[in-house]
C-alpha cells in the first residue's frame, strides 16, 4: 500500500519561510509527477506546483518567485521551500504523486493526509 506522508507545516509570520516534505513509501515501481496542491477554507483544491521525473516544474502564478520546489528520488521524496509568506498563502497544503505500483501496472494518483499552513501576524 502506498502512503504519501507530509510534514513541515505550521504558524508562521508575513514574510518568513517554511519547508514542506513529502516522502512516498510502500510499493512503489516508478513515480512520474509529484507536486503539492492547496485548499484554502471555503474554496476549491489548487495547484500550486509539481516536477516531473526530469524535473521539470510547473508552478502556479500566484507563487511564482517564492515558492521552490525540488526532489530526491533515491528518498522517493519532494520539497516545497516557501518564502515570503503571505496570509492568502494560509491553506492545507496535500502532497501528490503519479506512480506505478508495479511494473505493467496503471498509473495512479495518490493523495497525502495534508498539513495546514497558517501565515499570519
Known amino acids: 500500500q502506498v502512503q504519501l506522508v507530509e510534514s513541515g507545516g505550521g504558524l508562521v509570520q508575513p514574510g518568513g519561510s517554511l519547508r514542506l516534505s513529502c516522502a512516498a513509501s510502500?510499493?512503489?515501481?516508478?513515480?512520474?509527477?509529484m507536486g503539492w496542491y492547496r485548499q484554502a477554507p471555503g474554496k476549491e483544491r489548487e495547484l500550486v506546483v509539481f516536477?516531473?521525473?526530469?524535473?521539470?516544474?510547473n508552478t502556479a502564478d500566484s507563487v511564482k518567485g517564492r515558492f521552490t520546489i525540488s526532489r530526491d528520488n533515491t528518498k522517493n521524496t519532494v520539497y516545497l521551500q516557501m518564502n515570503s509568506l503571505k496570509p492568502e498563502d494560509t491553506a492545507v497544503y496535500y502532497c501528490?504523486?503519479?506512480?506505478?505500483?508495479?511494473?505493467?501496472?496503471?498509473?495512479?494518483?495518490?493523495w497525502g493526509q495534508g498539513t495546514q499552513v497558517t501565515v499570519s501576524s
Open positions: 516536477i516531473n521525473s526530469g524535473g521539470n516544474t
Open positions: 501528490n504523486a503519479l506512480l506505478v505500483v508495479h511494473i505493467g501496472g496503471p498509473m495512479q494518483r495518490y
Open positions: 510502500g510499493s512503489i515501481f516508478s513515480i512520474y509527477d
